[in-house]
C-alpha cells in the first residue's frame, strides 16, 4: 500500500551573506585571528609580522572550515564547557510529587500524560490516509501551547510466555514442543513494544492570563502556593480535554493515564542518575540503566510519506521518537517569512549579477517561502515550530551504538538531514525524557499539515504476556500474542470463503489454547465432521449428534452430524448449543467454544436467538465463543447477526469471493481492505494463509497464519474442507 506524500519545505532560516558567501559569523571567524595579530604586533610589514598573520590566517580558515561532529571549533568548546560543568549535576529524579492523574516536577510544572492507540495506515487508501493525518493535524491547529509526543520502545521478550507452555501439561508432547521452539524463533528476533504519549504540561510563564488569574485571586485566598497550584492544575485538565475530544474519533483513540498506569509510565521512564557522557545521553550507573544516544533532526527532503517515523522505529533495535509541536502566531510568522523571502531575492539577484548560476537551493527555497505564505495568506494552515529528536538504545554500548549507526544510515537513505549533539547530551537527556521539556531547540518552521506528516500512531504493540499467538503482522513480523479471555467479550467471528483457511485457523488456535490455558474447557460443534483428530491430540471425546448419549463432563469434546447437509442437522445443532450454554453456565472455568459453519444457525430464528444470548452472556460464564461462517455477510444481514458482532470485539476476516454493500458498511471497511478480502493469500495457494485481523481498540492489522509441523499433520488427519 503506498503512502500519501507531504510537501516539506527547507530550512526557512536564512542568514545575510557577504560576497554571496559569508555569513557575519563566518567572516568573523575568518578575519578575527588576523586583525588580532596586527593588533598586537602593529602594522608595519615586517618578517615577525607576516610570519604570524600567516599562522592567524591558518587559524582563521581552521576556526571557518574545520568542524567536527559538524560543529564549529568555538561552538565545540563551549558545548565542551558547558558539558564539563553540567553533567555531573543532572538529576535523574525531577518528581516533586505523583498524583492520582498528575505529575508535579521540581520545576514547578505540572504535567499530564495521554496514551494513545495506534492505527493502521497500511491498510488504509490514500484518502483515508490524508483524512486519518488531518485528525493529528487538528490538534495543532486547536492548541496555543507545546505538545510533546514520545514513541517509546521497550524490549519485548517471550521467555515467561515460552516457560508458561512450556510447564503446562499437554498430551501431546511433540506438539507442545513445536510450539515452544515456534516461540523461541520469535524471542531469537528481539522483539520489542511500542506505546505512544502525548505530554502536556503547564507552568506560570505558559500563558499570561494564568499568571493574571493568580495575581487576582491572591486578593482573596491567603495560600499562595495553594492558589497557584490549582490554578496551574485547572489549565491541565483544561488542556487535556482539548487533546482528548480533538483525537478521540472513530479512527483513533486516547486515554488520560491515571493513577497505577500513570505511575508505572513515570517510574519507567525516570532515570536514577543518568550519567550523561560527551556522545550518550545516558549511560548505567552500577550496573543500573541503559545506554541511549540521540540525533536532532535538522532539515527534511522536498517530500516525505505519511508516518514516516514508522520507517525508523522499524529498525532493528530499540528507538524513541520525541516530537514537539508549537503553534505560532500567524502574523508575526508572515512578518517573519516576509523578511526570508526578501532576503533570497536579494541573495540570489546578487548571485546572478556576479555571473553564478548555483542558485538552485536558494530558488527552492524562496519556492517554499512563497508557499509557505500563499497557505497562511488563504489561511489553509497554521504555522508551528517542529522538532525532532530520534534516540537509540540498549542495554550495552554495543548494542546501542550498533542501533545508533542503523539510525543514522536509515536517516541518509531517506534524505533526512540531522546532527549529533556532542557534548550536548545533557540537553539531550532532558529532551529525551518524558519530566522535562525540549532543551535542546532544534525547531524548524514548517506548516501544520508538514508536522501532522510525522503521525507516530502506527507502530503498535501486537502482543501481551500470555494467551495464543494468533499469527505474525506482516507490517513488522512480530507475533500477534492476545489473550481473549482479558477482552471485554471473549468472542470472536471467523470469516472467508471455502478454502480460505478460516478453519484450520481455527484448529491451530485449538491446539495453541490447550497448551496456553492450564484447565481450560473446549467444546467444538462440528457439522463438518473435520474435527475429530484435534479432538484426539486434545485427549477429548467425539459425539454422533442423534446416535450417541453425550455429556459435557470432559474437558475436551467435540460433536459431530451423522451425515452432512441433512435437514435435520439444523434441529439438531440448535438443541446443542442450547445444552452447552446451559453447561458451561455452571462452571465458571475458561471455556472456548468453536462452532463452525454458523450459518446453518444463523439461518434458523431459533438458532440466532440462542447464538445471541450465548455470545451476549458468554464473558459472565468466561467462556470465549468463536463463529466460523462462509461470508461476513452471514451475520449481516439480520438484527440478530449485527447483535452478535456488536458483542464481539474479535473479527477476522480471510480471503471472500464476494463482499456485499451491507458487510462493507457495517464494517467500516476501507476501500483497501474491501480489495485485500480478495487478494488474501490462502493456504491452498500457497504455504501460508491471510487474514484481517482486527481486535475493537487493540489491533486492526494483516496476518499470516502458520503452523508448526506437529499442528500441521494432526490438522490434516482429518480430511475435510476448510
Not at 559538524?70 to 543532572?90: D, H, K, M, P, R
Not at 508538514?450 to 506482516?474: H, K, L, M, N, W
Not at 453425550?550 to 469434546?557: A, G, L, N, Q, R
Not at 485485500?676 to 487493540?698: I, M, N
Amino acid at each position: 500500500m503506498s503512502r500519501v506524500e507531504y510537501r516539506m519545505p527547507g530550512r526557512l532560516k536564512v542568514p545575510a551573506r557577504f560576497f554571496g558567501k559569508f555569513t557575519w559569523k563566518q567572516l568573523v571567524r575568518l578575519a578575527l585571528p588576523p586583525i588580532l595579530c596586527v593588533a598586537i604586533f602593529g602594522s608595519t610589514l615586517t618578517p615577525e609580522l607576516v610570519f604570524w598573520l600567516a599562522i592567524s590566517a591558518l587559524i582563521g580558515v581552521a576556526w571557518y572550515g574545520f568542524r567536527p561532529f559538524n560543529q564549529y571549533i568555538g561552538e565545540l568548546a563551549v558545548n565542551a564547557a558547558t558539558w564539563l560543568v553540567g553533567w555531573s549535576n543532572v538529576a535523574g529524579n525531577a518528581v516533586e510529587e505523583l498524583s492520582d492523574n498528575y505529575v508535579v516536577t521540581e520545576s514547578g510544572e505540572v504535567l499530564a500524560v495521554i496514551e494513545v492507540e495506534p492505527a493502521s495506515l497500511e491498510m488504509r487508501t490514500e484518502p483515508e490516509q490524508r483524512a486519518l493525518v488531518s485528525i493529528y493535524r487538528n490538534l495543532f491547529e486547536t492548541v496555543s501551547y507545546p505538545v510533546q509526543v514520545h514513541s517509546r520502545q521497550k524490549p519485548l521478550s517471550l521467555e515467561e510466555y515460552r516457560s508458561l507452555i512450556a510447564e503446562n501439561g499437554s498430551p501431546d508432547k511433540v506438539l507442545k514442543q513445536d510450539y515452544v521452539e515456534h516461540i523461541e524463533e520469535f524471542n531469537a528476533g528481539k522483539l520489542s513494544r511500542t506505546r505512544h504519549f502525548i505530554v502536556i504540561r503547564v507552568n506560570r510563564d505558559s500563558q499570561r492570563w494564568i499568571e493574571k488569574q493568580l495575581r487576582s485571586s491572591l486578593s482573596f485566598l491567603e495560600e499562595e502556593e495553594e492558589t497557584e497550584r490549582q490554578i496551574l492544575l485547572d489549565e491541565l485538565d483544561s488542556r487535556c480535554r482539548d487533546v482528548l475530544s480533538t483525537l478521540n474519533t472513530a479512527d483513533l483513540s486516547a486515554e488520560r493515564l491515571e493513577k497505577q498506569e500513570l505511575k508505572d509510565v513515570i517510574y519507567s521512564n525516570r532515570r536514577l542518575e543518568p550519567k550523561p557522557d560527551p556522545f550518550h545521553t545516558t549511560q548505567p550507573k552500577d550496573g543500573r540503566g541503559e545506554y541511549r544516544k540521540t540525533v536532532s533532526l535538522t532539515e527534511f527532503p522536498t517530500s516525505v510519506q505519511a508516518g514516516w517515523p514508522a520507517q525508523v522505529m522499524r529498525t532493528d533495535g530499540l528507538v524513541d521518537v520525541v516530537q514537539v509541536i508549537e503553534p505560532r502566531s500567524t502574523a508575526k510568522t508572515s512578518k517573519k517569512l516576509q523578511r526570508v523571502s526578501e532576503k533570497l531575492n536579494a541573495e540570489i539577484d546578487s548571485l546572478l549579477r556576479q555571473g553564478y548560476r548555483g542558485t538552485n537551493k536558494l530558488e527552492g527555497l524562496l519556492e517554499d517561502t512563497e508557499w509557505f505564505l500563499d497557505l497562511l495568506a488563504n489561511r489553509e494552515d497554521q504555522a508551528v515550530d517542529y522538532s525532532v529528536y530520534i534516540t537509540a538504545h540498549g542495554d550495552n554500548r554495543e548494542a546501542c551504538d550498533r542501533t545508533f549507526e542503523k539510525v543514522c544510515n536509515r536517516l541518509e537513505t531517506v534524505q533526512i538531514d540531522y546532527e549529533k549533539p556532542v557534548f550536548r547530551t545533557v540537553d539531550a537527556y532532558h529532551t529525551d525524557s518524558i519530566l522535562h521539556p525540549d532543551h535542546l531547540g532544534e525547531k524548524l518552521l514548517v506548516p501544520a499539515r508538514c508536522a501532522a506528516a510525522g503521525f507516530p500512531f502506527t507502530v503498535r504493540d501486537t502482543s501481551q504476556e500470555q494467551g495464543v499467538i494468533y499469527g505474525v503482522d506482516t507490517s513488522d513480523e512480530s507475533p500477534a500474542l492476545f489473550d481473549r479471555f482479558e477482552w471485554s467479550s471473549h468472542s470472536m467471528a471467523r470469516m472467508g470463503m471455502v478454502g480460505s483457511g478460516k478453519s484450520y485457523a481455527a484448529k491451530i488456535e485449538l491446539l495453541r489454547a490447550a497448551l496456553a490455558y492450564p484447565d481450560l474447557k473446549v467444546v467444538i460443534v462440528d457439522p463438518k465432521n473435520e474435527y475429530s483428530s484435534i479432538t484426539r491430540a486434545l485427549d477429548g471425546t467425539t459425539y454422533t449428534l442423534g446416535e450417541d448419549d453425550y455429556s459435557f463432563d470432559e474437558d475436551t469434546v467435540c460433536f459431530q452430524v451423522d451425515e452432512r447437509g441433512q435437514e435435520e442437522n439444523t434441529e439438531l445443532l440448535v438443541d446443542l448449543v442450547q445444552q452447552i450454554y446451559s453447561a458451561v453456565s455452571q462452571d465458571q472455568r475458561k471455556t472456548l467454544v468453536v462452532i463452525d459453519e454458523a450459518r446453518i444457525l444463523m439461518n434458523d430464528e431459533t438458532g440466532r436467538r440462542v447464538l445471541n444470548r450465548f455470545v451476549l452472556e458468554g464473558r459472565d460464564t468466561n467462556t470465549a465463543v468463536t463463529l466460523i461462517s462462509q461470508n461476513a455477510s452471514h451475520f449481516t444481514y439480520c438484527r440478530e447477526g449485527r447483535e452478535i458482532l456488536d458483542n464481539m470485539p474479535g473479527k477476522v476476516f480471510m480471503r471472500h469471493d464476494r463482499v456485499p454493500e451491507s458487510v462493507v458498511d457495517y464494517f467500516q471497511l476501507s476501500q483497501r481492505e474491501e480489495q485485500e478480502l480478495y487478494e488474501l493469500k490462502t493456504g491452498t495457494d500457497s504455504d501460508h494463509s491471510e487474514a484481517l485481523f482486527k481486535v475493537t481498540g487493540r489491533l486492526d492489522t494483516r496476518l499470516r497464519i502458520e503452523s508448526t509441523p506437529q499442528e500441521n499433520a494432526l490438522i490434516e488427519a482429518t480430511k475435510g474442507g476448510q
